[in-house]
């Protein structure tokens, strides 16, 4: 069902291994992008990974109690079949549209993922059966826990179409990066511009923090005015001259 | 796009001609399902008709502004797209995930939903321009009305899909009934079940509305013990002694 | 069940024949009272009239589909029974919880207290079939309409108990007063000194109004500093020497 | 207190005269504003006139009880110094951070500001005493009514600051146009580059509704495509051909 | 006040020891009644143990300054009465109408729940004083912390009697489950049928759980089909056979 | 900009020293004031310290495209201006107007804050960066994190001013005590009055809590009746004649 996932570039991994989902937001922000952090993404526990993938969209409408129901797990369109279609690597967003008093999935869809490869999990949503969740190893970014199953409010419609997720249009294959803050989508077609500009963002806010640990007043630092901006630039010339680090 | 639209059978439609919302949901309850009332579907203007009709749905995700531009009104997946293929007669029913910030349709945009036959417009957001959309004649159920327009909060992405609808599930070519208690569906596997409980259901409420005018408490009359409902039954068989009216 | 029904004073109803809502809750901030007057306490139809009465207080809890349900309505505990106990002139004040998707009453409820000569209905929830209670007449201030009945969303659990409306608390025999700002309640405890202050507080804002129609500015004026109020004093002393209006 | 009033220039109220808030959000999105609806600027009565004037703002802060009291309305820092502020021709918009259980002003202080000549009131709190600020016959957009007196819910701190209202930001002297979708800002650096763009859109959507009625289909129309800027290219030389209107 | 207390048979308890609140939700769900779950009942510590009680229920209503103070804490009708009630085992549940401003009990009162023998305490509300609560030993679920006691918000009226708590109705006596996913009401009427479902479907679903776990795909697993349903139902003759473990 | 910064007087902050702030919320209670404790102010890390300080307050409005840019933070009126003037143990409080989908700092700001002496920072929106901000070691109490900048969301327009905090006025210069509970306001004008208030509060409660301890009921105990207030006051003239602890 709906649009094939494709393989993540590694380069676009690797690119981001260091860059904050505070960074991208910033860099997006200064392409007119305001709307790209996925309310409610919290980390379901302490000291999961940060991730960067594929987004490989589900969607969820209210629960209508005649199709909402246990045996509806077994139907051609299920979370059940859109699971089977999830490739390694990829992350699962999934629209539960915020309802927060139904649990998307439980341990045994967690354990399925898990061993297919996915890389995480986010929802605007929640999951159920905390314990077993946690016991999968899957790392998960959502509202929080739920006892009910999802047929209890929600009914599952699909998977691979456009979504929202946490007040944000997400398109599948869009990239998404997850960490300590949440998730922020990059939508596909800027990933070429994004990341060279969020690499250099990181950077650059990494040689300011050192400044203020230093006792530098924040006026003319940050932002950086003329002469701060030619202090950064020496000191990213001086690096490069000690050759990759 | 999505599922092809069906006509209406004007036995439906006449068969529901004096059955309101609100007997629709009671009997709705009876089979199951409470939650097919369209939350936040209010009459835009008084003196709105009654309408019937199959649902055509129109699905948003949450504005990206990448996506959500005026230039997107050009894209062949864009409300207008979709609006050239409403057939007439059918209700357009709209999952704008209760945005009440942005309008999803204006004046022009009615004004050819109108000249199309559609018969009445229902959404959990709202409309932008008022005084042109009331000009325009279209029946509208919906929150309200805002001055910005759709792709300030919205992205449009397709139609004839399952939806959301005020916290409702909808799905093509559902029935949809709408007065002035706003909008109920009637999945369209349940239509022939529903109609003759409903019509039943009316003649009895309006029986026992006139008891009470008369004068007779409620305990044993709402809901009908033995006695009234023997009482019921005797008025019923002199109505139909009495012929057609 | 519950506390029993007290007659109005109707002393009581003759003193507040021209004291508004909006003064009431400023002789009750006076003495302490911030939280007195109902949230979502709209009147359903234009042209409502104003009304003074005792709380006869209903309560609900949440749906929970085991009980409610069709035939919870023949129960002993049921809103039939509620309604059968209410005395000519109350106020019936219920506790919907704040819930907008099931509507607590109908037709066939409204014209039954209609006929026991209920003054007037407040909930912080909605009714159903919108066209038929405004066709019984009965005064109604709520938040709304839906087409669900009251088992969809709500269990009915008693009468004559302290409830919460629209976030305020009402005791059983508490006066209540409505007008187009919507319900106020006055601890019953407090009636006898917040009577004479409010008709006081009216006749002073009369005063200021057509002071300000004058073209008297604000400040000194209202509030009233020394000068102000002896140049008031001496108005009322000249009314009073004019002798009973 | 806070920024000097400034009086509106006349050609820009003729210049808007006919521009709807929903074409003046349309422009401002093209220039990057998507925030500028004050969201709950509801029409407090039918048939309130358009009206377009400079922002004199007022702030609350929520209610601190020993700041909170009637008492306060005299102090040098009260809505009624504010009040005695405002120019003729003034629009007061009014922070109350949508606070809808105490009114931020009743019938005394929309009596004086009527006569000292302020267009209207706008606000995403709500007012008090309906009957009394009705026949002020003051224009007044907001979210309703409540009986409570703003010291209930709200502390007064200032007046001509900048301040929220609706989820918008505005400034002193920013220009405001209402009408019935409710009140849109116009940032006072914008104005100049705003007017031209709108009064030409209003003109084009109204030659779009025209070839609507006419049974145009919406692709290639709205938005225009090059064969339909063409033709209205032609209309528009042809009306001014006909000389000014 | 309100009904007595009954013991708990020991045998409930004992049978319920290894199921989940989610997998009661499902059998609940199977039975028709999806609002069986305590929105907000989250735990207060890390590592509270499961419990299971039946509910004895408080009620508050909003606070009203005449009535909340800290003077009525000496009423008879009081948190304190009602705590003194309280039977060994039992499990509080506080309907707080989800007011998160105003803490329900601190370290004292939870003290004296702790000596009594209480099991714990769940609440759509929040406790106060944090750590004093902690150190009680009390297993509290609630939505968090808030410095104010109960009366700067809540007006406490009754025990033992029907609550809404967390969008769900408790009646005293009915059956509590808890654990880290939050509370579930097993109704009393209910109770024998759901506990053998609720075991069955525990060890059914610990079946699947090792089926994913060497890799099985998901359709077919879970839910079960045919050929699914006869190697569980061999596996658990099998393990009958190897006698009680 | 704004009111100047005072110097807490040492005295109070060891008065206060082992005053929580429930108990400090009970004192301003008596002295009617209800709304004192800031909604969200939850502690961002476990084991932050209990702190006492004087506001220094910041305040923002929405966003508005054409103001809050990246480019602003280098405008005289700009958080890095605010956090400039901050005064070594002060506390920082910041009106984000409750909005969580915006951090209003990042680590670089709560760097420069920590190096300043800042006692810690309130606020009810949140933080961005959480990883950084924990780094600085500055005690944060806030609603949570977002990866997106402030002017995502928000506009800053000034310091010093009186904010609503969490649904609180606060003026600059208030006395705030902040510990696992959250953040409470003492108004200026009643620190005199509160400190000894408290101080007796706790060393009452301190010992009821050791009465409960004991086994002693509720009733009569708390709040305390004759004899009990007859034994309190035994113990603490035994306590006295032991000499300062």
Not at 98 to 105: K, P
């Given at each position: 069902m709906g649009t094939d996932p494709l393989p993540l570039d590694p380069r676009i991994a690797e690119a981001l291994a260091s860059v904050s989902t505070a960074t991208l937001t910033t860099v997006l922000l200064k392409k007119?992008?305001?709307?790209?952090w996925l309310r409610g993404s919290r980390p379901l526990a302490p000291g999961q990974p940060r991730i960067v993938g594929h987004a490989y969209t589900l969607r969820f409408v209210p629960a209508r109690e005649d199709l909402a129901t246990p045996a509806s797990w077994a139907s051609p369109i299920s979370t059940r079949a859109a699971i089977e279609g999830m490739p390694a690597g990829c992350i699962a967003v999934v629209d539960?549209?915020?309802?927060?008093?139904?649990?998307?999935?439980g341990d045994i869809l967690c354990a399925r993922m898990k061993q297919r490869g996915v890389a995480g999990l986010v929802t605007d949503g929640v999951v159920r059966d905390l314990a077993g969740v946690l016991g999968t190893g899957l790392p998960v970014w959502c509202q929080g826990t739920a006892a009910p199953s999802s047929v209890t409010g929600l009914t599952f419609v699909g998977w691979q179409e456009p979504i929202g997720c946490g007040g944000v249009a997400v398109f599948p294959n869009d990239l998404i990066v997850i960490d300590m803050d949440g998730a922020v989508v990059v939508p596909a077609a800027l990933v070429g511009d994004v990341i060279p500009a969020a690499v250099e963002q990181e950077r650059l806010e990494g040689w300011i923090m050192r400044e203020v640990e230093r006792g530098v007043p924040l006026p003319g630092l940050y932002p950086a005015n003329e002469a701060t901006t030619a202090r950064y630039r020496a000191w990213v010339d001086g690096q490069q001259d000690q050759g990759p680090k």
């Open positions: 007119g992008l305001r709307n790209v539960a549209m915020g309802v927060t008093d139904a649990g998307i999935f």
